[in-house]
């Protein structure tokens, strides 16, 4: 296959030279008036006067923070499924289903032809500072192997399709570059993940791989399969892009896989935008996407319910806070609450780490527990674990947090929820206090094979794709569900 990264590397050259001249709020203000000009006639548009917002201050006066549940409400789902003029002009193509990792609610996120072209173009801009950073690689010298769900597609109206995201934006794939992506069509179109699974390990032309992109669980499995008939994976894979959940707990287990010299990078995609890329090494945060349709705004977590949140942007943010995600887009999504938690470690330019999600905290008892703390709690602990989910459990009339998590015969339980009990109480002054007061007994820990979130995932219907295993369950009852189909085999070693 011709090598296509000399043809690549000129503009990759311009494209990362713009963005390092950019100026992150001219950019983004640019941004948000060409989107408020666009969508002026629409109905969400006249409703909150588009034609009279002229800087980023009179569209945060007149457009406050909405979530999903609020945006579907009053304005998608009276006319779903077709959108026409609603939020963005004319008809809405796609709606990206999302199954939601906390409410476990299937939502429907439009998809427009233009968010679709911002999207090819943030992809580029991965690619761009791969080649910024690393000026020798080759990523276009053979296929890139996108992972993905199915791309089979429902139609809902004329006009109007749903399906997972990565299948629409397999339809929306560019004919020059469709001869150097893989899967083809026919194996894209299998529903079923593990028959996709097999077909993938069985018919991949492994020597041509040169980039691989996906969430990191399921790259995971693809490479294992893989790896079990005794030969490199993909022995000529040049750069590995993942992103959707958090890197650190895979990238160990992935490591084996790669070749020697593969580069990984992290990108943070959404169903309704594309935010951010890791433009330098791992670890350095992930660059805020300035000019690619999305316009960003971050309010600080605790004030995320308050009356009048403050509302942050590129010009105003600061480092070392936990945020909540809030944007605009060319998707017709205007102050959107994303439900994902940042922090920036930079400022100019922006760059950010996710550290969570704004649904992963438990605090049943009252004790303000985030994921990113028992994530952190987890590490701590020493324990090697592959997937894990925790949630409030009562017991009595007392209340506690119970893990379920894959480990190996030989760790203990009662000394995993000792530690994790340990961690938590130095870490979250709230928590301890609760502990040392009475207030909530230690945490229980089960621990279950290798593989049960894998077929808790696949009884659910969701393998692949964007589905992901939620880390906290924050309804009682919804966690209890889980619990019992973790654990109900008996094969689980638990703590008390």
């Not at 490479?223 to 005794?230: D, P, T």
Request: proline fraction near 8%; hydrophobic fraction near 45%; charge should be neutral.
């Amino acid at each position: 296959m011709l090598d296509g990264t000399p043809l690549l590397r000129p503009l990759a050259r311009r494209r990362a030279a713009r963005m390092l001249a950019l100026d992150p709020a001219a950019a983004q203000q640019a941004v948000l008036l060409g989107l408020v000009r666009t969508a002026q006639d629409t109905r969400f548009g006249r409703a909150h006067g588009f034609d009279r917002i002229s800087s980023v201050a009179d569209f945060q006066s007149r457009v406050p923070l909405r979530r999903y549940e609020q945006v579907w409400s009053e304005f998608w789902q009276p006319a779903f499924p077709v959108l026409d003029g609603v939020t963005w002009p004319g008809r809405i193509p796609y709606l990206a289903l999302s199954s939601g990792t906390t409410s476990g609610t299937t939502k429907y996120i439009p998809v427009t032809r233009a968010q679709m072209a911002a999207n090819r173009g943030a992809a580029f801009d991965t690619l761009a500072w791969h080649l910024h950073t690393h000026p020798r690689a080759r990523p276009f010298a053979g296929l890139t192997f996108l992972l993905g769900g199915s791309t089979a597609l429902q139609e809902l109206a004329p006009g109007v399709r749903a399906g997972d995201l990565s299948g629409i934006a397999a339809h929306e794939v560019p004919w020059f570059l469709r001869r150097r992506a893989w899967p083809p069509e026919d194996l894209a179109l299998i529903p079923d993940w593990d028959a996709k699974l097999a077909a993938l390990v069985e018919r991949t032309p492994r020597a041509d791989v040169c980039a691989l992109t996906g969430t990191p669980s399921w790259l995971l499995m693809l490479l294992h399969r893989m790896a079990a008939e005794g030969t490199p994976p993909l022995p000529n894979l040049e750069l590995l892009i993942h992103g959707g959940v958090a890197w650190a707990p895979y990238r160990d287990r992935i490591a084996p896989f790669l070749p020697p010299g593969c580069a990984t990078r992290e990108v943070y995609p959404a169903s309704e935008g594309f935010v951010a890329i890791q433009d330098r090494a791992e670890g350095e945060g992930m660059r805020l996407v300035l000019d690619r349709g999305c316009f960003f705004e971050f309010v600080p977590v605790g004030e995320l319910d308050a009356p009048s949140p403050t509302r942050h942007w590129a010009a105003t943010i600061e480092t070392g806070l936990d945020y909540a995600v809030v944007l605009s887009s060319n998707a017709g999504l205007f102050a959107y609450v994303l439900g994902d938690v940042v922090r920036f470690v930079e400022r100019a330019p922006p760059r950010l780490l996710v550290t969570g999600r704004t649904a992963w905290m438990l605090s049943a008892f009252g004790e303000h527990v985030t994921g990113e703390e028992i994530a952190a709690a987890l590490a701590a602990t020493g324990a090697a674990i592959g997937e894990w989910c925790c949630g409030p459990e009562f017991v009595g009339e007392l209340g506690r947090h119970r893990l379920v998590a894959e480990g190996n015969a030989a760790m203990a339980a009662a000394e995993l929820a000792e530690r994790l009990d340990a961690a938590l109480s130095a870490a979250n002054a709230d928590y301890a206090a609760h502990r040392q007061g009475g207030q909530m007994l230690p945490p229980s820990v089960d621990i279950v094979p290798p593989g049960r979130f894998e077929a808790w995932m696949r009884a659910q219907g969701k393998l692949g794709g964007q589905h992901k295993v939620p880390r906290v369950i924050a309804d009682p009852a919804r966690f209890a569900a889980a619990a019992a189909a973790l654990t109900s085999d008996g094969r689980a070693t638990p703590s008390s």
